[in-house]
């Protein structure tokens, strides 16, 4: 899944939509760079806890909607991002990167642990 995936969607809005997805991609915008500036300038675990609300949000998220029996799906502008983020590839992504982020909280904990009883 990558970016030109999505791009589709944004097709075919009116006006106010167009403005407020504008500015759904300048907030969009600033979080990569907030992620990038925290991957050149911290470490490893503070990049795992930048990106962890949209790898684990974005699949909540998405869960939740097609879950639920009131979200439309007819007509619905959003409904090929929900599915795009209930799909296997992206749980699996989800499933990979929650223990990942999981597993660096534990090392980084155990050896914070160790600095302060040496």
């Known amino acids: 899944m990558n970016d030109a995936d999505q791009?589709?969607?944004h097709v075919q809005h009116t006006p106010g939509i167009?403005?407020?997805e504008a500015?759904?991609?300048l907030r969009e915008l600033i979080r990569l760079r907030?992620?990038?500036d925290i991957g050149q300038s911290e470490d490893w675990l503070a990049l795992q806890v930048s990106?962890?609300?949209c790898l684990i949000g974005y699949g909540d998220i998405a869960r939740r909607l097609?879950?639920?029996p009131k979200t439309?799906?007819?007509g619905n502008i959003y409904w090929k991002w929900i599915e795009t983020y209930v799909a296997d590839d992206y749980c699996e992504a989800v499933r990979v990167g929650s223990g990942e982020f999981s597993y660096t909280v534990d090392v980084f904990c155990i050896?914070?642990?160790i600095e302060r009883i040496a």
């Open 7 to 9: 791009e589709p969607q």
């Open 18 to 20: 167009l403005f407020i």
């Open 23 to 25: 500015l759904l991609e």
């Open 34 to 36: 907030y992620v990038l």
């Open 51 to 53: 990106m962890a609300p």
């Open 66 to 68: 097609h879950d639920d």
């Open 72 to 74: 439309k799906r007819e």
């Open 111 to 113: 050896e914070l642990t």
